[in-house]
């Protein structure tokens, strides 16, 4: 909305400002974070009326983590993710150029995964249900939004031509130039609905999905900005994607409401993310990577999020074969929590944000190795 002060420039030339790209980088993630920090107690006190305590967080962990907590996270509301949300959107439509139709696939894929974590957490902290939204039923729903978004994308005049392609790390061309319809709807569900579940895996310590994010979040901001640069994407030799600049904005916004968030989920946390927080925060960095054709940068960049989904399916597959265990408990966070000369929780979060920064900047530099 700010975006088009610049227009008033030949009258008030400061206003020119406002069409550059880092500068709304800067001003969305400012504006983002002040929304989580000011309306944060509110809703926070909202949620702790709407929802009472998160009784249900570490209902499937193991018994033993129910010993080393004690009762110091019963009386912490869920649900947070809706500050996170509220946040985005709210800078996204301040400082983005709201024409952009990538910006708008990008905030409506947040928008519709908070939607199935928020139903899920609804069900579970105001319902009182702990089995929440059926597991079914919530891979349906996010199947049924990447289909529209998989259709969207294929006839969009800013990614149909890149649609179909296949770009992998080191590669300046495609390796497949066309994917079939049915591939790329499975690549982009795989890597859409397989960001969201990973970050939702990832939660389960004090601020660690949310720091993750963060590093993961500005990451992709760079690439972005570079994707959505003619000069910069022919330099480096990865897709120029037209308007890509205001996914940057997007991504700018979003590590603004993390660390806004981050403030009130640092341990002890005040909140819980939810599955409204990391479903949409998922969806969202899996949307982007889709859109700046750096999906499988994904898997480095959000490295941490790859380890913990691996640990779950390495736990259950090796469970169902040799009815042992691989790790003490999983997901691979509480395995460190849990095992022999055990690290705090603190301990756990900081150093998996370490690695995650680290994998943040391999991403990043990936950009220039071609």
């Known amino acids: 909305m700010l975006y088009y002060l610049h227009l008033l420039s030949d009258n008030i030339s400061y206003f020119r400002v406002f069409q550059y790209i880092t500068v709304r980088i800067v001003a969305g993630a400012g504006t983002a974070f002040l929304i989580s920090l000011v309306l944060g107690p509110w809703v926070i006190r909202r949620l702790t009326r709407l929802c009472g305590s998160d009784v249900n967080r570490y209902k499937e962990d193991l018994p033993a983590l129910d010993i080393l907590r004690g009762d110091k996270k019963k009386n912490t509301p869920s649900m947070g993710g809706l500050l996170i949300i509220l946040a985005i959107v709210g800078a996204c439509l301040l400082w983005a150029v709201l024409t952009s139709p990538i910006l708008w696939l990008a905030l409506l894929t947040l928008c519709a995964m908070g939607a199935i974590g928020f139903a899920d957490d609804y069900i579970k902290m105001v319902k009182r249900d702990s089995k929440g939204l059926c597991a079914r039923t919530k891979l349906l729903l996010q199947v049924l939004w990447v289909v529209l978004l998989t259709g969207v994308l294929l006839v969009l005049p800013a990614t149909r031509d890149h649609a179909r392609q296949l770009m992998v790390p080191f590669f300046k061309a495609p390796i497949i130039p066309e994917m079939c319809l049915a591939?790329?709807?499975?690549?982009?569900?795989?890597?859409?609905?397989?960001?969201?579940?990973?970050?939702?895996?990832?939660?389960?310590?004090?601020?660690l999905a949310i720091g993750c994010a963060s590093s993961v979040t500005l990451a992709y901001m760079v690439m972005a900005y570079v994707a959505g640069h003619a000069v910069l994407a022919a330099y480096l030799q990865v897709p120029n994607v037209p308007e890509a600049g205001e996914l940057a904005v997007f991504c700018g916004c979003m590590l603004g409401a993390c660390l806004g968030f981050l403030w009130f989920n640092c341990h002890p946390a005040?909140?819980?993310?939810?599955?409204?927080?990391?479903?949409?925060?998922?969806?969202?960095i899996g949307c982007v990577a889709v859109l700046i054709k750096q999906e499988l940068t994904l898997v480095v960049v959000g490295g941490v999020f790859v380890l913990e989904a691996l640990?779950?399916?390495?736990?259950?597959?090796?469970?169902?074969?040799?009815?042992?265990?691989?790790?003490?408990?999983?997901?691979?966070?509480?395995?460190?929590?849990?095992?022999?000369?055990?690290?705090?929780?603190?301990?756990?979060?900081?150093?998996?944000?370490?690695?995650?920064?680290?994998?943040?900047?391999?991403?990043?530099?990936?950009?220039?190795?071609?």
């Open 183 to 207: 591939c790329v709807f499975l690549f982009v569900a795989l890597v859409v609905i397989g960001a969201s579940n990973a970050v939702n895996l990832t939660d389960g310590l004090d601020g």
């Open 270 to 284: 005040m909140v819980f993310m939810g599955d409204t927080g990391s479903l949409a925060l998922g969806g969202a």
């Open 311 to 370: 640990s779950v399916i390495m736990q259950v597959g090796f469970f169902k074969w040799k009815r042992r265990r691989i790790f003490v408990c999983s997901p691979i966070h509480h395995h460190f929590e849990l095992k022999k000369g055990p690290w705090s929780e603190m301990q756990v979060t900081v150093r998996f944000w370490i690695i995650s920064i680290i994998f943040a900047l391999i991403g990043i530099l990936l950009l220039k190795i071609r």
